[in-house]
């Protein structure tokens, strides 16, 4: 028996806010198990379709990377049992399944790495701040961003190695605190 969605009024905000916030990892774990680009749309779409439909059985507070991820997972299974005669599509169960335990451990690492980054990056001071929104969020050239600061471009340069030494010394102190256990 196929299960009913969930009534759109209900849950269709928390589906949306929770898939676009994962959406770029589901890619990319797709793509990583599948060999054919257009085989991981394919896949993708699929594996969207079927969260929506089995949204009503997600639990929320829980894991949503991970109830994707074990839908991706079927998907992708089921797409190489259904092309396993051709020659690329060999890999087995078991190796997907170590793959895609790799990924979500990594992911889990990159989730941290990002909060710290974030974190890190709101307690630099309002100067620095604003050269790290030009040059990575707005992608502004270094000339423009010493026009808009009143340094050098090579001022530019060495304060832009200052601040990511300083932010890579952030990130590395509260990764390392997030995933140290404590002692009693």
């Given at each position: ?32 198990l ?66 895609a ?6 992911a ?19 100067p ?22 009143h ?34």
């Open positions: 028996m196929d299960p009913t969605p969930p009534d759109p009024g209900d849950a269709m905000d928390p589906f949306l806010r929770l898939l676009a916030q994962n959406e770029q990892w589901l890619a990319t774990y797709v793509h990583s599948v060999n054919r680009s257009a085989d991981a749309d394919d896949i993708l779409q699929e594996c969207k379709l079927t969260m929506w439909k089995h949204f009503s059985s997600f639990k929320t507070g829980t894991h949503f990377r991970a109830w994707a991820r074990t839908i991706a997972t079927h998907q992708v299974l089921n797409y190489r049992r259904a092309v396993k005669r051709l020659p690329d599509a060999a890999l087995e169960e078991s190796f997907i399944q170590a793959v335990s790799e990924i979500d451990r990594r889990e690492q990159l989730d941290l790495r990002t909060d710290a980054l974030r974190r890190c990056v709101q307690q630099l001071p309002e620095y701040r604003r050269i790290v929104v030009w040059r990575y969020y707005e992608e502004a050239e270094i000339d423009a961003i010493a026009a808009k600061s340094r050098t471009p090579a001022a530019v340069y060495r304060l832009l190695s200052r601040i990511r030494k300083l932010l890579n010394d952030c990130v590395s102190q509260k990764v390392g605190l997030a995933t140290t256990p404590s002692t009693v």
